[in-house]
């Protein structure tokens, strides 16, 4: 493994993404809004998943999820 690969440090940032949708729509929505603005995002990890009942039906899903990002140089 190139050594460029080796040392890479990472950053992790905690996002909370919703939907009402899927919980796939619920990750696609915190990494895109989260791209806006934050570069270099290599991974994440979904750590929590939850949702919202509404009369008796799901209304919304919401994901908690840790993504990684590398540092700059």
């Given amino acids: ?10 950053k ?4 909370v993404g919703s ?4 919980i796939e729509d619920a990750i696609k929505n915190a990494i895109s809004r989260a791209s806006k603005t934050v570069r270099e995002m290599k ?3 979904v750590v929590q998943t939850r949702g919202h009942i ?15 990002f590398t540092l700059e140089d």
């Fill in 43 to 45: 991974w994440f990890e």
């Fill in 1 to 10: 493994m190139p050594a460029a690969e080796r040392d890479h440090v990472y």
């Fill in 54 to 68: 509404e009369n008796g039906t799901v209304g919304h899903y919401q994901v908690a999820l840790r993504v990684g």
């Fill in 19 to 22: 939907s009402e949708t899927s």
């Fill in 12 to 15: 992790i940032l905690d996002l």
